[in-house]
Nanobody, 119 residues
Framework: QVQLVESGGGLVQAGGSLRLSCAASGRTRNTYTMGWFRQAPGKEREFVAAIRWNIGRTYYADSAKGRFTISRDNAKNMVYLQMNSLKPEDTAVYYC????????????WGQGTQVTVSS
């Protein structure tokens, strides 16, 4: 079982930046994809970005392309999400996850970290 712990959320003004971090521990050997999802109030949880652990290939939702960058540090078992040019509609709880780019494929979730973007 993989344990995931997010950090780095907070309150930022529109146009600002935040960097989210996710620390993975436990049985990470068979973790092939790690990523970020988010859930805004009253909305379904949605995919944001993912990265293939071994080859570093990245995937992004259209809403994240050009503004967000996902990266990983294999030695530290860390995944990061650099978010630039933030918009009020980016306000959500952001979850680190393993397994895939669809909610149904996720094998493990973190507890989530709140990101609030003020206008």
């Amino acid at each position: 079982q993989v344990q995931l712990v997010e950090s780095g959320g907070g309150l930022v003004q529109a146009g600002g930046s935040l960097r989210l971090s996710c620390a993975a521990s436990g049985r990470t050997r068979n973790t092939y994809t790690m990523g970020w999802f988010r859930q805004a109030p009253g909305k379904e949880r949605e995919f944001v970005a993912a990265i293939r652990w071994n080859i570093g290939r990245t995937y992004y939702a259209d809403s994240a392309k050009g503004r967000f960058t996902i990266s990983r540090d294999n030695a530290k078992n860390m995944v990061y999400l650099q978010m630039n040019s933030l918009k009020p509609e980016d306000t959500a709880v952001y979850y680190c996850a393993t397994g895939g780019t669809e909610v149904r494929d996720v094998a493990a979730w973190g507890q989530g970290t709140q990101v609030t973007v003020s206008s």
